[in-house]
């Protein structure tokens, strides 16, 4: 017996006619693929999850959308699921389907996870001088300057230099320096 979620029902019941045979086919196809799966609500629309999120599904008004958590390791850069599904002949095959249920499960039972887009390296901001020379006449807040991390040195490299006007880069000179001379990061009341 599926483990279902009465909101799921809800959400289905309130979708517009188009969407209801298109949901509650991936849903019957779902639960057949992973009996063991769960409905849950995730961002507002219902998703089936099991060691992890499967897959999810959502209705629009003249569409629905069907995507697979890790749909890239599933089925590559192909996804076998057009943007805007508009009838159930949409979907995938049943077998095809099932099989993309059965992938997900297994990723999910190893604990596998989607390659991350490597970061791109930021431009360093170079020291404004009339900055240096605040901090320079405090040694307390330049040892604390020069003991920051990378990015703990470069929020209040940005903080400053973003100001627009003198008055507002003067205050937060003087604010940097105060907060240094004291220990703290620029986003300390966060920490």
């Known amino acids: 017996m599926p483990k279902t979620d009465k909101r799921i029902d809800a959400y289905i019941a309130k979708a517009p006619d ?3 045979p298109i949901l509650e086919k991936v849903r019957a196809m779902v639960h057949e693929g992973a009996p063991g799966a769960e409905e849950t609500l995730k ?3 219902p998703a089936f999850v099991q060691d992890g999120i499967l897959c999810g599904m959502a209705a629009f008004k003249q569409h629905c959308v069907v995507h697979f958590w890790k ?3 599933i089925y590559g850069k192909t ?3 057009p943007d805007r599904i508009v009838s159930v002949s949409d979907l995938p095959a049943k077998k095809a389907f099932l099989g993309y249920v059965n992938r ?3 990723l999910n039972a190893t604990g596998a996870r989607l390659p991350r887009a ?3 390296p930021k431009k360093p901001i170079p020291m404004p001088g009339d900055f240096e020379a605040a901090i320079g006449r405090n040694a307390r807040a330049r040892a604390t300057y020069e003991g920051f991390s990378p990015s703990h040195r470069r929020e209040y490299l940005e903080w400053i230099t ?3 006007q003198k008055e507002t880069r003067a205050r937060r000179i003087a604010q940097a320096v105060e907060w240094m001379a004291e220990g703290k990061p620029r986003n300390w009341k966060y920490l």
């Open 79 to 81: 996804n076998p699921f």
């Open 104 to 106: 997900a499960i297994e």
């Open 43 to 45: 961002w507002g629309h």
């Open 162 to 164: 973003e100001a627009k």
């Open 18 to 20: 188009l969407a209801k």
């Open 118 to 120: 490597p970061a791109k």
């Open 71 to 73: 749909g890239a390791l």
